[in-house]
């Protein structure tokens, strides 16, 4: 039940743009991203419900496809505060039982 | 407004002997939910309250662990006895309700076994 995330790492120079991938074998009902930087807590970033509406603010937006059980995050000219790992988290039947994937790290450059 | 805290910060054991973590949640929040990670691993779920109720413990090994929210408000999680292989982050999180809600994460505690 735990979705695969990809790509596993990634290093970009700042004002680079990523994208990262949230996969489910599972419907999803919703779909949560977080940050969490080392020895710190996950921070939330946004959650998305089945209905493939894209949210997001400033320059960090995400998109959910239930169709497919996908979820996609974007970060838009990156920053040096974006280095992290990212989780992304599924709830399979809106209980709010979230399964994490396996985090994305994300190191941003000067 | 304060965040969920956690505490201790860090704990060293030595196998077999007992240890707590001790969660406050968010004021307010029904929801307590508490998370293991292991090194390089995303969180996995415990167990999860609505107010004192233990809505879902399925992923909770029972023979070692035990976990309790009087009154609703804060949280214990022990185990008894402590093996090597559980020394990882013990997250609490809490949200307002239990559906399609945002979960605000504690620091943790870091538990080393040894």
């Known amino acids: 039940q735990q979705p695969v995330q990809s790509p596993q790492a990634v290093i970009l120079r700042e004002g680079e743009d990523a994208v990262i991938n949230c996969s489910s074998s599972k419907a999803l009902y919703s779909v949560h991203w977080y940050r969490q930087k080392h020895g710190e807590a996950p921070v939330f970033l946004m959650i998305?419900?089945?209905?493939?509406e894209q949210k997001g603010h400033e320059k960090i937006s995400a998109s959910f496809n239930e169709k497919k059980q996908q979820s996609s995050l974007y970060l838009t000219a990156s920053q040096l505060s974006y280095s992290g790992t990212y989780f992304c988290?599924?709830?399979?039947?809106?209980?709010?039982?979230?399964?994490f994937g396996t985090g994305t790290r994300l190191t941003v450059i000067p | 407004e304060a965040g969920v805290v956690q505490s201790p910060r860090y704990k060293i054991i030595e196998k077999k002997q007992p240890v707590a973590f001790w969660c406050n949640p968010i004021?307010?929040?029904?929801?307590l939910y508490w998370y293991l990670q292991n090194l390089g691993q995303g969180p996995e779920l415990l167990i999860r309250?609505?107010?004192?109720?233990?809505?879902?413990d399925s992923q909770l090994p029972k023979d070692r662990f035990s976990a309790e929210r009087l009154k609703g408000v804060d949280s214990t999680l022990k185990i008894q006895p402590a093996e090597l292989g559980d020394s990882a982050v013990y997250l609490c999180a809490s949200s307002l309700v239990g559906s399609a809600d945002t979960q605000y994460f504690g620091p943790g505690t870091r538990l080393t076994v040894l």
């Open positions: 309250y609505e107010n004192e109720e233990a809505v879902d």
């Open positions: 004021s307010g929040h029904n929801t």
């Open positions: 988290g599924t709830d399979q039947t809106g209980a709010n039982n979230l399964f």
């Open positions: 998305l419900l089945k209905g493939g």
